[in-house]
């Protein structure tokens, strides 16, 4: 029987290895914290793509520290996941068309019905906005709003850092989501509430995102591959703000009933920010919510099909690979 190998029978080199990587990790997450506080505090927050996931990447790596095996891992799993948003945001700013000549009479009837004749954004700001004197709310709603450009992403290098397989699920899902948008978008470029009020087509309605923005005096670092015309102001049906909070809570369904309740909440407040502050109609939000829906049921469908000709693909290799018994 061997006897049990105590510290002093470790190499000294060994021992000093594992106290400076015990130190590595806790000093890594320290460092990247600071330097994106910093970061934020000089330059803006980075909800540019390409930014936004510079930091995310520094942060996987920041907080992963020994829990991969090299960072060619980490980069064959994330490039991907990347280059076809960015792509999705320089395809989205190509298919744009005239604002004047983007689809709004559905939207605008839909949203009449369920408002019983007055739009539920105007009845909305009748009540709630005050001006230039902003409310607790309307911060709130900013905050709210200002979630869909970091959620997303955070909970998918949180599950790239715990599983990954439910990564590479989870980023399955986002892209299929996000081009299935792009694709409505092409087909059914449309007018957001805000834009129609401006164009004179609604009664007047107040953008409050950006006037709450100002009012902060929030900065942001831009993209370093977008400019202005890349952004698409029809791209309002459906609405990803309100797909993609609806998509987290089918994705954590299996969590519980807190997990639900929990994004279930989170899609509702994501909707009232979105109508109250003028940046999509009812309708966009729902066309958004039926999207997230189909979208999950699809690839839900198609990964049991993939997953079993996968697992007989690497069978039938294993058994070609065998030796063939003598005889």
């Known amino acids: 029987m061997e006897a049990a190998t105590t510290p002093s029978d470790v190499p000294a080199p060994v021992l000093r290895d594992d106290r400076a990587l015990r130190a590595l990790r806790r000093l890594a997450p320290v460092v990247y914290v600071i330097a994106l506080l910093t970061t934020v505090f000089?330059?803006?927050?980075?909800?540019?793509?390409?930014?936004?996931?510079?930091?995310?990447?520094?942060?996987?790596?920041?907080?992963?520290?020994?829990?991969?095996?090299?960072?060619g891992s980490m980069v064959v799993e994330w490039l991907p996941f990347l280059g076809l948003l960015i792509l999705y945001d320089k395809l989205r700013g190509a298919v744009a068309v005239s604002p004047a000549h983007a689809h709004l009479v559905p939207q605008l009837d839909v949203d009449r019905w369920l408002g019983g004749g007055t739009l539920p954004t105007a009845w909305l700001q009748q009540r709630l906005w005050h001006g230039g004197s902003l409310r607790w709310w309307d911060v709130a709603v900013w905050a709210v709003y200002m979630t869909h450009f970091f959620a997303v992403w955070i909970i998918a290098a949180v599950l790239w850092h715990r599983s990954r397989p439910r990564f590479r699920r989870y980023a399955v899902l986002i892209v299929a989501l996000t081009l299935s948008a792009f694709f409505i978008y092409w087909l059914y470029p449309a007018q957001?509430?805000?834009?129609?009020?401006?164009?004179?087509?609604?009664?007047?309605?107040?953008?409050?995102?950006?006037?709450?923005?100002?009012?902060?005096?929030?900065?942001?670092?831009?993209?370093?591959?977008?400019?202005?015309?890349?952004?698409?102001?029809?791209?309002?049906?459906?609405?990803?703000?309100?797909?993609?909070?609806?998509m987290l809570m089918?994705?954590?369904?299996?969590?519980?009933?807190?997990?639900?309740?929990?994004?279930?909440?989170?899609?509702?407040?994501?909707?009232?920010?979105?109508?109250?502050?003028?940046?999509?109609?009812?309708?966009?939000?729902?066309?958004?919510?039926?999207?997230?829906?189909?979208?999950?049921?699809?690839?839900?469908?198609?990964?049991?099909?993939?997953?079993?000709?996968?697992?007989?693909?690497?069978?039938?290799?294993?058994?070609?690979?065998?030796?063939?018994?003598?005889?």
């Open 42 to 71: 000089a330059i803006g927050l980075p909800l540019a793509r390409d930014q936004l996931f510079m930091w995310l990447i520094l942060g996987v790596a920041a907080f992963s520290i020994g829990a991969w095996r090299s960072w």
């Open 250 to 327: 089918l994705f954590f369904w299996p969590s519980g009933w807190k997990v639900r309740i929990g994004f279930g909440l989170y899609a509702l407040a994501m909707a009232f920010a979105l109508v109250y502050s003028g940046e999509h109609f009812v309708a966009d939000i729902l066309a958004g919510w039926l999207l997230a829906g189909l979208v999950y049921l699809l690839v839900g469908a198609l990964r049991a099909p993939a997953a079993k000709a996968w697992r007989w693909a690497v069978t039938s290799r294993r058994s070609t690979a065998a030796p063939t018994p003598a005889a």
């Open 192 to 246: 957001p509430p805000w834009l129609a009020a401006d164009l004179s087509k609604t009664a007047p309605l107040e953008r409050i995102v950006p006037r709450v923005w100002g009012e902060l005096g929030v900065r942001t670092v831009e993209s370093v591959y977008e400019d202005g015309s890349l952004v698409n102001q029809v791209a309002a049906v459906p609405s990803l703000h309100a797909a993609y909070p609806v």
